[in-house]
């Protein structure tokens, strides 16, 4: 057994060394390490001895240096060791909580939720901001995009990425990805599964490698060799029970074999595709006609050598790209090089959202803190006789400061800890309510960083509402103090927690400006047209593998699914599509027009791409503006046809020019094959009712190229369409109980799904908005008490000398009500500047939306009013008679 | 007044009268402990010597630091006249009370 294991905790022979009074630390140390030593070790064993000495340091008589006179050449004075203080005003503090219930439970339900909120919102912050990933050396990792004009990015094609391997010297490793889906059978059902297809490589750029097996290399990627896999922690556990043997062992994806060759650990964080629950390896050569330079579809991300800076590697990759582009000018768009470091990427949507929440909750804090230590001021202000009568005894300022330091940071510290259980509940809330495109979900709970920022909130907390209270008390005169009666007190007091009131509404205006732009933004976005009719509209997507093996077993499954759902009790009308709006689906298409030929084939049109059946824009209402639909005649071998949507036909066909009867070319600017343009469609928002990107070309999947192996049904109801979706899927799997059928949702879910960062936003602010709202109230009432409690007798002789109820009631709602008003000035002062942060979350409203303004302002006037109210009633109730006698 | 002994000081006591030269925190607990089937925090064994030393029953000088001990001193006690009367008189308060009463008390 080596020496230091042995050894007592360090950890609490530190703390006891500084515990102990100094006469007795030596001899105490020395005697418990003896007898951890000499008795415990050998008896019960190190662990136990270690666990006995901690019991031990909670024994210690830490006080005992006080009645040791033999030791002492002076004598001892109660209270005059640094611990024995702390410990006394502790006592005292407690004692001081417990007797006021209704105080204490206040301050600390305010300090929670203030505390809590700001944890929760902080263990979201951290991951996706603050902390590194989890890879090694997370800051070498770069994404690589092309940069087209007007700064937009776009992912590379197969041989762009190919030249940059072979060219650039700045990587340790590039790595090239695309997302897949894999059909897994074998087991009692089939499972759609997420897969990620990566260059070999992949695992080198991000640094983690496989726990069980191998990770790829490099003659894995050989096309028509054995096909291999890795797979997921979370798949090996769920699908395969963990089995330790898997390496080696063969499963069957899309009705291939895949060799399985390694398990990732439970650790690997894989930021680049969340849900990938299997690796394959890309298979990719530059001959393949999805490996071209205009294919762009594959996302690039690399790994700098650690002597190369991002400046330079950016640097060389431009250099490389200048030289590609010039090569060949007709192949690319882009003007340059984009490249971010992999977490700024990732986290680039999510932050604004996140700084603009981190604002809010911070601005929550503020207010509770304001209003606990407006409560701890109207309870100094009652024990100004206590502090009279210390100092008088003799009492330094600096020590009634620590002792009302002491009883703030007590109350910080129970709230802050009851706060924590907010934000353990919070974390949950937050993680439930949080959009999809929110990086680093999993990462986001309470850990250890987030509870030292707690402690850092609690303690700066607990310092600051100390501090204003302890100033005031020690700041009182001697003879005021002793002199008035408890009742009355410093105008000081009066005027900080005038000031205190005024910021709290102040701040409160700032939060409900917030929340009602977003609101407003949220009810304009939900009033928008999105080109088709939303309700009583079914949508699934069935998948075509595992034995339809060729087009047409493909096609004609599609024909017979189309069939059954059409004879399904309760269809009106269906229709199939390869990309569904609002559903995240994201496929563009060069578009060439015979009779506008350009210079640079790749600046030409790139419309979302709608591979549909006959019947789709029927079923989903879609307006049909001129020209024809498409019927069972456009089929393949028939005259390739195609329809397309105002907002294209505006764009690249002059005003006059009628498109239809053109020829466009989803192929070849120069030699087709050509689609005649039939019909002309009203616009459908793809991404979000929000995204203006709308440009659209409709063409009928039997004539398209290949077959979709994955197509969205969508299923107009004559009534409820979320009741439907049983019998649809019944009907589906009679005709092949081997199909996946997956995201089944209305299109009105998916419509508000698409809009989920800005309800996340709206939510919690909302959220903020109405506790900011309800302190500040509870901070006027609070003002408005103290002050008609310490104003009574001037009420009493005010209402004796004639004044009328009305007149007392009048006096006190104005105070309050002037407090109001100046923090409202303030807060729509400050929420003029401070509102243009939201603007990524804004629809349709300017952050100086005046209509926000005015209706904030109102609501906070009402509730002021109300907050006043309570107190001037009481005040105008007074007896004269009876505070005058009271006094 | 002469001050009354408590049964924890009582035993500490006894346990310093018992060691002779050799009494300071960790024997004094060992000896409790072994006698008296008593297991006590070296923290309850430290708070009671230092009542006794406030009261005079006690006295205390420093030892040798050994290696044991992390290097660090002992602290020696030894019982003073005013302790060892003290002791006597409750022992003899608590065997008077006893006698008398059955065989069983006197000697358990």
């Given at each position: 057994m080596n020496e230091r294991q042995i050894a007592p905790p360090a950890l609490a022979v530190w703390i006891l060394s500084h515990l102990l009074p100094h006469a007795e630390r030596d001899n105490y140390l020395g005697d418990l390490e003896e007898i951890f030593r000499n008795e415990i070790c050998p008896s019960r064993g190190v662990k136990a001895a270690r666990r006995w000495y901690w019991l031990e340091l909670l024994r210690a008589p830490i006080t005992i240096g006080d009645r040791a006179p033999s030791e002492q050449l002076v004598p001892p004075i109660r209270g005059d060791g640094p611990v024995t203080n702390t410990l006394n005003d502790l006592r005292f503090a407690v004692r001081l909580l417990a007797r006021r219930p209704g105080f204490t439970t206040l301050a600390v339900l305010t300090l929670a939720l203030g505390i809590g909120a700001t944890t929760a919102i902080f263990s979201a912050v951290y991951p996706i901001v603050v902390e590194p990933l989890p890879y090694p050396h997370a800051d070498r990792v770069l994404m690589i995009y092309e940069r087209e004009k007007k700064n937009e990015t776009s992912f590379v094609g197969f041989t762009t990425f190919a030249d940059f391997v072979r060219d650039s010297k700045s990587f340790e490793a590039l790595a090239a990805m695309g997302q897949g889906s894999a059909t897994l059978t074998g087991g009692d059902q089939p499972a759609l599964l997420e897969s990620q297809r990566v260059s070999p490589t992949y695992f080198d750029v991000l640094g983690v490698h496989a726990a069980l097996g191998r990770s790829f290399r490099a003659e894995d990627d050989i096309r028509n060799t054995p096909r291999v896999t890795i797979l997921s922690n979370a798949l090996w556990r769920s699908r395969f029970g963990g089995d330790s043997a898997i390496v080696g062992k063969p499963i069957v994806l899309d009705a291939n074999q895949y060799i399985v060759i390694g398990v990732m650990p439970p650790t690997f964080e894989n930021v680049l595709a969340p849900g990938a629950q299997l690796w394959t390896p890309l298979r990719y050569e530059v001959s393949l006609p999805w490996a071209c330079r205009s294919c762009r579809h594959l996302r690039m991300v690399g790994r700098l050598k650690p002597d190369v800076s991002a400046a330079q590697a950016t640097r060389e990759m431009e250099t490389i790209f200048q030289r590609i582009t010039k090569d060949h000018l007709t192949d690319y768009s882009a003007i340059g090089v984009a490249m971010p470091m992999l977490q700024d990427d990732l986290t680039k949507d999510a932050k604004p959202v996140l700084y603009a929440l981190l604002g809010a909750v911070l601005l929550v804090l503020l207010i509770a803190c304001a209003n606990v230590t407006n409560l701890l001021l109207a309870r100094a202000a009652q024990r100004s006789g206590e502090f009279t009568i210390r100092a008088a005894l003799g009492a330094e300022r600096g020590r009634v400061v620590r002792q009302l330091l002491t009883e703030s940071l007590l109350l910080a510290a129970i709230g802050g800890t009851v706060g924590i259980l907010v934000a353990v509940a919070g974390v949950k809330a937050l993680v439930a309510l949080s959009p999809a495109g929110l990086p680093r979900l999993a990462a986001i709970s309470v850990n250890g960083p987030v509870l030292l920022f707690a402690l850092a909130i609690v303690t700066l907390v607990g310092v600051a509402f100390g501090l204003v209270p302890a100033i005031h008390a020690t700041r009182a005169d001697l003879h005021e103090g002793i002199k008035q009666g408890s009742r009355r007190t410093a105008g000081s007091s009066r005027v900080t927690r005038g000031a205190l009131v005024i910021s709290e509404v102040a701040l409160a205006i700032v939060l409900l400006v917030g929340s009602g732009l977003l609101l407003r933004s949220s009810s304009r976005v939900f009033a928008v047209n999105n080109g088709f009719e939303a309700s009583n509209l079914l949508t699934m997507q069935i998948q075509a593998g595992g034995k339809l093996s060729n087009d047409t077993l493909v096609r004609r499954f599609y024909e017979q699914v189309s069939d059954a759902v059409k004879s399904v009790p309760g269809v009106e009308s269906m229709g199939l599509t390869n990309q569904l709006p609002m559903s995240g689906d994201y496929d563009g298409q060069g578009v060439h027009i015979q009779n506008h030929p350009s210079p640079n084939p790749a600046d030409d049109p790139s419309p979302f791409r709608y591979s549909v059946s006959p019947g789709y824009i029927e079923a989903m209402h879609i307006k049909l503006v001129r020209g024809r639909g498409f019927t069972a005649q456009d089929k393949a071998g028939a005259p390739g046809v195609a329809i397309i949507n105002e907002s294209f036909a505006k764009k690249y066909w002059p005003a006059g020019?009628?498109?239809?009867?053109q020829r466009v070319s989803?192929?070849?600017?120069?030699k087709g094959p050509w689609l005649e343009i039939v019909g002309i469609v009203g616009d459908v928002k793809q991404l979000s009712p929000s995204n203006s990107k709308s440009d659209g070309i409709y063409m009928p999947e039997t004539q398209w190229g290949y077959a979709n192996n994955q197509m969205s049904l969508v299923v107009r109801a004559k009534g409820d369409a979320a009741a439907l979706a049983p019998a649809i899927r019944r009907a589906i799997w009679a005709i092949d109980k081997d199909q996946p059928i997956v995201r089944v949702a209305t299109a009105e879910s998916l419509i508000a799904k698409s809009e989920a960062q800005r309800r996340f936003a709206l939510v919690l602010f909302e959220a903020f908005a109405f506790v900011a709202l309800a302190l500040a109230a509870a901070g006027i009432y609070g003002v408005l008490a103290g002050t008609v409690t310490e104003r009574l007798r001037e009420i009493g002789v005010r209402s004796a000398l004639g004044a009328s109820a009305g007149d007392i009631l009048g006096m006190i709602v104005k105070q309050g009500l002037g407090l109001a008003a100046l923090g409202a000035v303030l807060g729509l002062i400050a929420a003029f500047g401070l509102s243009h942060v939201l603007t990524s979350l804004l629809f349709g409203v300017s952050p100086l939306d005046p209509a926000t303004y005015v209706g904030v302002t109102c609501l906070l006037g009402l509730v002021a009013f109300g907050a006043c109210l309570v107190p001037a009633l009481r005040a105008a109730r007074v007896d004269p008679m009876e505070t005058l006698r009271a006094e | 007044m002469p001050a009354n002994l408590g049964e924890l000081e009582q035993l500490v006591l006894l346990a310093i009268a018992r060691l002779g030269d050799d009494a300071y925190g960790v024997t004094v607990r060992k000896e409790i402990a072994s006698r008296a089937k008593r297991s006590l925090s070296l923290g309850s064994v430290y708070t009671t010597l230092t009542r006794l030393d406030a009261k005079g029953f006690v006295a205390s000088h420093l030892g040798e630091p050994t290696p044991e001990r992390g290097g660090r001193r002992k602290k020696h006690f030894v019982i003073t006249a005013a302790g060892r009367r003290a002791l006597q008189r409750s022992m003899l308060a608590i065997r008077t009370m006893a006698r008398?009463?059955?065989?069983s008390w006197e000697t358990p």
């Amino acid at each position: 057994m080596n020496e230091r294991q042995i050894a007592p905790p360090a950890l609490a022979v530190w703390i006891l060394s500084h515990l102990l009074p100094h006469a007795e630390r030596d001899n105490y140390l020395g005697d418990l390490e003896e007898i951890f030593r000499n008795e415990i070790c050998p008896s019960r064993g190190v662990k136990a001895a270690r666990r006995w000495y901690w019991l031990e340091l909670l024994r210690a008589p830490i006080t005992i240096g006080d009645r040791a006179p033999s030791e002492q050449l002076v004598p001892p004075i109660r209270g005059d060791g640094p611990v024995t203080n702390t410990l006394n005003d502790l006592r005292f503090a407690v004692r001081l909580l417990a007797r006021r219930p209704g105080f204490t439970t206040l301050a600390v339900l305010t300090l929670a939720l203030g505390i809590g909120a700001t944890t929760a919102i902080f263990s979201a912050v951290y991951p996706i901001v603050v902390e590194p990933l989890p890879y090694p050396h997370a800051d070498r990792v770069l994404m690589i995009y092309e940069r087209e004009k007007k700064n937009e990015t776009s992912f590379v094609g197969f041989t762009t990425f190919a030249d940059f391997v072979r060219d650039s010297k700045s990587f340790e490793a590039l790595a090239a990805m695309g997302q897949g889906s894999a059909t897994l059978t074998g087991g009692d059902q089939p499972a759609l599964l997420e897969s990620q297809r990566v260059s070999p490589t992949y695992f080198d750029v991000l640094g983690v490698h496989a726990a069980l097996g191998r990770s790829f290399r490099a003659e894995d990627d050989i096309r028509n060799t054995p096909r291999v896999t890795i797979l997921s922690n979370a798949l090996w556990r769920s699908r395969f029970g963990g089995d330790s043997a898997i390496v080696g062992k063969p499963i069957v994806l899309d009705a291939n074999q895949y060799i399985v060759i390694g398990v990732m650990p439970p650790t690997f964080e894989n930021v680049l595709a969340p849900g990938a629950q299997l690796w394959t390896p890309l298979r990719y050569e530059v001959s393949l006609p999805w490996a071209c330079r205009s294919c762009r579809h594959l996302r690039m991300v690399g790994r700098l050598k650690p002597d190369v800076s991002a400046a330079q590697a950016t640097r060389e990759m431009e250099t490389i790209f200048q030289r590609i582009t010039k090569d060949h000018l007709t192949d690319y768009s882009a003007i340059g090089v984009a490249m971010p470091m992999l977490q700024d990427d990732l986290t680039k949507d999510a932050k604004p959202v996140l700084y603009a929440l981190l604002g809010a909750v911070l601005l929550v804090l503020l207010i509770a803190c304001a209003n606990v230590t407006n409560l701890l001021l109207a309870r100094a202000a009652q024990r100004s006789g206590e502090f009279t009568i210390r100092a008088a005894l003799g009492a330094e300022r600096g020590r009634v400061v620590r002792q009302l330091l002491t009883e703030s940071l007590l109350l910080a510290a129970i709230g802050g800890t009851v706060g924590i259980l907010v934000a353990v509940a919070g974390v949950k809330a937050l993680v439930a309510l949080s959009p999809a495109g929110l990086p680093r979900l999993a990462a986001i709970s309470v850990n250890g960083p987030v509870l030292l920022f707690a402690l850092a909130i609690v303690t700066l907390v607990g310092v600051a509402f100390g501090l204003v209270p302890a100033i005031h008390a020690t700041r009182a005169d001697l003879h005021e103090g002793i002199k008035q009666g408890s009742r009355r007190t410093a105008g000081s007091s009066r005027v900080t927690r005038g000031a205190l009131v005024i910021s709290e509404v102040a701040l409160a205006i700032v939060l409900l400006v917030g929340s009602g732009l977003l609101l407003r933004s949220s009810s304009r976005v939900f009033a928008v047209n999105n080109g088709f009719e939303a309700s009583n509209l079914l949508t699934m997507q069935i998948q075509a593998g595992g034995k339809l093996s060729n087009d047409t077993l493909v096609r004609r499954f599609y024909e017979q699914v189309s069939d059954a759902v059409k004879s399904v009790p309760g269809v009106e009308s269906m229709g199939l599509t390869n990309q569904l709006p609002m559903s995240g689906d994201y496929d563009g298409q060069g578009v060439h027009i015979q009779n506008h030929p350009s210079p640079n084939p790749a600046d030409d049109p790139s419309p979302f791409r709608y591979s549909v059946s006959p019947g789709y824009i029927e079923a989903m209402h879609i307006k049909l503006v001129r020209g024809r639909g498409f019927t069972a005649q456009d089929k393949a071998g028939a005259p390739g046809v195609a329809i397309i949507n105002e907002s294209f036909a505006k764009k690249y066909w002059p005003a006059g020019e009628d498109p239809i009867g053109q020829r466009v070319s989803a192929n070849d600017p120069v030699k087709g094959p050509w689609l005649e343009i039939v019909g002309i469609v009203g616009d459908v928002k793809q991404l979000s009712p929000s995204n203006s990107k709308s440009d659209g070309i409709y063409m009928p999947e039997t004539q398209w190229g290949y077959a979709n192996n994955q197509m969205s049904l969508v299923v107009r109801a004559k009534g409820d369409a979320a009741a439907l979706a049983p019998a649809i899927r019944r009907a589906i799997w009679a005709i092949d109980k081997d199909q996946p059928i997956v995201r089944v949702a209305t299109a009105e879910s998916l419509i508000a799904k698409s809009e989920a960062q800005r309800r996340f936003a709206l939510v919690l602010f909302e959220a903020f908005a109405f506790v900011a709202l309800a302190l500040a109230a509870a901070g006027i009432y609070g003002v408005l008490a103290g002050t008609v409690t310490e104003r009574l007798r001037e009420i009493g002789v005010r209402s004796a000398l004639g004044a009328s109820a009305g007149d007392i009631l009048g006096m006190i709602v104005k105070q309050g009500l002037g407090l109001a008003a100046l923090g409202a000035v303030l807060g729509l002062i400050a929420a003029f500047g401070l509102s243009h942060v939201l603007t990524s979350l804004l629809f349709g409203v300017s952050p100086l939306d005046p209509a926000t303004y005015v209706g904030v302002t109102c609501l906070l006037g009402l509730v002021a009013f109300g907050a006043c109210l309570v107190p001037a009633l009481r005040a105008a109730r007074v007896d004269p008679m009876e505070t005058l006698r009271a006094e | 007044m002469p001050a009354n002994l408590g049964e924890l000081e009582q035993l500490v006591l006894l346990a310093i009268a018992r060691l002779g030269d050799d009494a300071y925190g960790v024997t004094v607990r060992k000896e409790i402990a072994s006698r008296a089937k008593r297991s006590l925090s070296l923290g309850s064994v430290y708070t009671t010597l230092t009542r006794l030393d406030a009261k005079g029953f006690v006295a205390s000088h420093l030892g040798e630091p050994t290696p044991e001990r992390g290097g660090r001193r002992k602290k020696h006690f030894v019982i003073t006249a005013a302790g060892r009367r003290a002791l006597q008189r409750s022992m003899l308060a608590i065997r008077t009370m006893a006698r008398g009463i059955d065989a069983s008390w006197e000697t358990p």
